[in-house]
Structures are given as structure tokens and as C-alpha cells.
């Protein structure tokens, strides 16, 4: 049995999750809907696996891993998706996941994966295994957003999601200067000379939803 933090958008999700796990023994040590609030708990409490939804409104859940892989947190973290695609189940991998299930799944599925991340195995099954084999037979000129670094990639979601200079340098401790240069650099490796065309390709990679934009 392990110690788990739930990282979820919808009280009702986290609810249900709560009730399943406790059932089986499992203990859970936390849960949040704010990505700041669930990156200070996790590193304050340092559970066995983290659950994390990559849908939190304002902030993707892929903001969040980065910010756990830059402090090298210790917690093996299981991603709960609405939907597969092959970009986002690349980058989470990339980030360093254990484990990736649709939360259309069964709640017997999501235990499965919780058992499995326990015992120091991953879980990828299923469509997920396929999309993630799908992403990486691609060429790399198809999967542009693998030139950035971390860093770039962090900045492009919060661009995208709307986010000024100051603002992004403000979350991410940084100047408004330096926020700019990861601007403009990334949108030079992608090919893109404006933000609606940076929102457009972040759609079409599926990091963002066409209702975020």
C-alpha cells in the first residue's frame, strides 16, 4: 500500500478517487485543484505517487511535472487524462511519468496502474501505448515542439494560455527580459513569427484545447 496526492480539476473525481484508494488500503495524504498549492504539498509530503490530472484550468498538469522533474521530487506520478494525444502522452514521458490512464478507464484500471507504479514498474497499456509508439516513430521534423528545452516548453504554455511577460517571470522567477528572450527563441524553433500563430500550433500539437485559446 502506498501514500498518494490527488491532483484533480473536479471535486467529484477527487472524491471518487479518495473512496476507491482508501478502500484499498491505500492512504491518501492530499489532494488540490491549484498546481502552486499541490507543488508545495508534494514536496512537503513527498508521497509514494502522485495522481494528476493534466486538465487544472488556468495551468496544464505538464507545468506542474516540469516544476517536479526541476526539483527533482522523489514521487512517482500516474497522469489522468480526458483524452489521449500522441504529443501529450510524449511530453508527460519526457517529463518523467510513471504511469498514463484515461480517466474514462475504470476505476479498477486506474488501481491497477497505482499497484503497478508501486512495485517500481510503469503503466502505458493500451491506446496510450499505442499514441506514445505512434509519437516516437514520428520523424522530427513532424514533432517540432522536441527542439525546446524544458524551460522553452514551460514558457510557450503559459504563453499560450494568455500569460504576459511579467507575469511568466513572476511565476517562474524570472525577469520579464528573460522571459522575452525564451519568447522569442522558441518561437524561432518553431517557425512561428507571432502569438496566434504560436496558440494555432499549440492547438494542433494538442498541448492546449481550442476553448483555452
Known amino acids: 500500500m ?3 496526492y490527488l491532483v484533480d480539476g473536479y471535486v467529484m473525481f477527487r472524491e471518487a478517487f479518495r ?3 482508501s478502500g484499498k488500503g491505500h492512504t491518501v495524504v492530499g489532494e488540490s485543484d491549484n498546481p502552486t498549492q499541490a507543488l508545495s504539498d508534494i514536496q512537503r509530503l513527498s508521497p509514494d505517487v502522485v495522481l494528476l490530472d493534466l ?3 488556468a495551468r496544464s498538469g505538464l507545468e506542474l511535472l516540469l516544476e517536479m522533474q526541476q526539483r527533482r521530487l522523489s514521487s512517482r506520478v500516474i497522469v489522468l487524462a480526458m483524452a489521449a494525444h ?7 514521458v519526457r517529463l518523467g511519468v510513471h ?3 484515461l480517466q474514462r478507464n475504470s476505476l479498477d484500471v486506474l488501481l491497477h496502474a497505482v499497484s503497478t507504479v508501486l512495485a517500481g514498474q510503469r503503466y502505458f497499456m493500451g491506446e496510450v501505448a499505442d499514441l506514445m509508439a505512434e509519437a516516437l516513430s514520428q520523424p522530427a521534423h513532424e ?3 522536441s527542439a525546446l528545452s524544458s524551460r522553452e516548453r514551460q514558457v510557450l504554455l503559459m504563453v499560450v494560455r494568455g500569460h504576459t511577460s511579467s507575469a ?3 511565476s517562474l522567477h524570472l525577469s520579464s527580459k528573460t ?3 525564451y519568447r522569442s527563441r522558441l518561437m524561432s524553433k518553431l517557425g512561428v513569427s507571432d502569438v496566434p500563430a504560436l496558440v494555432r500550433l499549440a492547438i494542433r500539437e494538442g498541448l492546449i484545447d481550442v476553448d483555452e485559446a
Open 2 to 4: 502506498g501514500s498518494i
Open 19 to 21: 473512496a476507491v484508494l
Open 55 to 57: 486538465n487544472l484550468g
Open 86 to 92: 500522441p504529443q501529450h502522452v510524449l511530453e508527460a
Open 99 to 101: 504511469g498514463y490512464v
Open 143 to 145: 514533432m517540432p515542439l
Open 168 to 170: 511568466i517571470g513572476e
Open 179 to 181: 522571459v522575452d528572450s
